[in-house]
């Protein structure tokens, strides 16, 4: 391949990427299915449920655009491969080019399909019609849901490829290209894992994120996971009705110091190790006087006389967690994506420290 269309392939690759999954920069420039066909959409606030199904009707039709967009680029990228001309392009691109066709071709017969009946037999009308009453149908059920997003009261959270919307009587989760609706009063919730990253995108601090497996006792209805930031946990089960079980024993952080302590033993353990003098013997943790002591503060980070950091020539009287709670009071709370590089001074001798020179005993 010649240089202009490995660089057109590279970018249309990245930009399909970008449409698909929707960064915030593209979010932010307006370049998605939702902003360029805001018009014929409608309101999400004003009509939920009508909103999602034709959103992700128009999702499956632009997508499936895609690949012929590619095409039609590569018509320019690569004039020397005649693919202006189908029936002399080599039998690779023409299989291409039949796919690329095919595949709007066959969506476009499929939201056809979707929207006969006023829309009663898209895949989101047969998910709500699983919860309706034997008199009545699904459109009975959306308009419950409407009613009761419009509320300001609800609980929505996460992407919006993969957003969480809770009211009332209804758990839903929103994605690109289908939505998953269970009834609060049919729901078993429990936390199946968690995953902790050290910093967050978004606010440059700790973050936890939980995955909650939501489970209805109506057969016909699929379970689903929702997945979210632990902060928001408790948010979640004040509007949740069914009590939410801990199956995998997870420990759930719900404050910014439970995920800054968390960080901070992962980076201590890293640091270099400290080893006892033979005949010293170890005292109960002053701070919690329930575990032993087992960490030292030793000048690590730099020579003794380089740095603010100063040598502390304090025997062994903490434990690691008492220590971190003893770094995290002495931030800045209105900056937590400092608090790891910065330096506190000892609680004992007040010598200045940073998170490199605690050592963990062995």
Not at 82 to 96: C, D, M, P, R, T
Not at 274 to 302: D, F, H, W
Not at 326 to 354: G, I, M, N, Y
Request: proline fraction near 5%.
């Amino acid at each position: 391949m010649e240089r202009p269309e490995v660089t057109f392939t590279l970018a249309y690759v990245v930009f399909v990427v970008c449409f698909v999954f929707t960064p915030n920069e593209f979010r932010s420039a307006g370049v998605t299915v939702q902003n360029l066909l805001s018009g014929w959409l409608g309101s999400e606030d004003l009509s939920f449920i009508h909103y999602q199904i034709k959103r992700t009707s128009a999702t499956a039709l632009v997508h499936s655009i895609l690949p012929l967009g590619y095409y039609i680029g590569m018509c320019f990228a690569a004039p020397d491969k005649n693919l202006y001309f189908v029936h002399i392009a080599s039998e690779g691109w023409k299989l291409f080019f039949a796919a690329a066709v095919a595949l709007p071709v066959l969506s476009s017969i499929l939201v056809f399909y979707w929207s006969c009946n006023k829309w009663g037999n898209h895949p989101i009308a047969r998910t709500l019609a699983d919860h309706a009453l034997p008199q009545s149908g699904w459109r009975a059920v959306a308009s419950s849901i409407n009613t009761e997003f419009r509320r300001i009261d609800k609980f929505a959270t996460g992407p919006p490829g993969a957003r969480v919307v809770v009211t009332d009587t209804w758990v839903i989760k929103v994605l690109t290209y289908r939505v998953h609706v269970a009834q609060q009063q049919d729901i078993h919730l429990t936390v199946t894992a968690s995953k902790q990253h050290e910093l967050s995108p978004d606010s440059n601090t700790p973050v936890q994120f939980l995955t909650i497996s939501v489970a209805s006792v109506n057969p016909r209805v699929q379970p689903f996971d929702i997945r979210l930031n632990s902060a928001e946990y408790g948010e979640l089960r004040e509007k949740l009705h069914a009590p939410i079980r801990n199956a995998a024993n997870v420990v759930i952080h719900q404050s910014l110091n439970d995920l800054f302590l968390e960080t901070f033993k992962s980076h201590v353990e890293m640091n270099t190790r400290y080893s006892l003098p033979r005949g010293q013997e170890l005292e109960t943790c002053i701070g919690c006087m329930q575990v032993m002591a087992n960490m030292k503060l030793v000048k690590v980070c730099q020579d003794a006389s380089e740095g603010e950091c100063q040598q502390c020539y304090c025997r062994p009287m903490w434990c690691l967690t008492c220590m971190g709670k003893w770094f995290a009071s002495r931030q800045d709370q209105q900056h937590p994506e400092t608090w790891l590089s910065s330096r506190v001074p000892c609680p004992t001798c007040r010598a200045k420290f940073c998170i490199l020179d605690i050592c963990v005993i062995h």
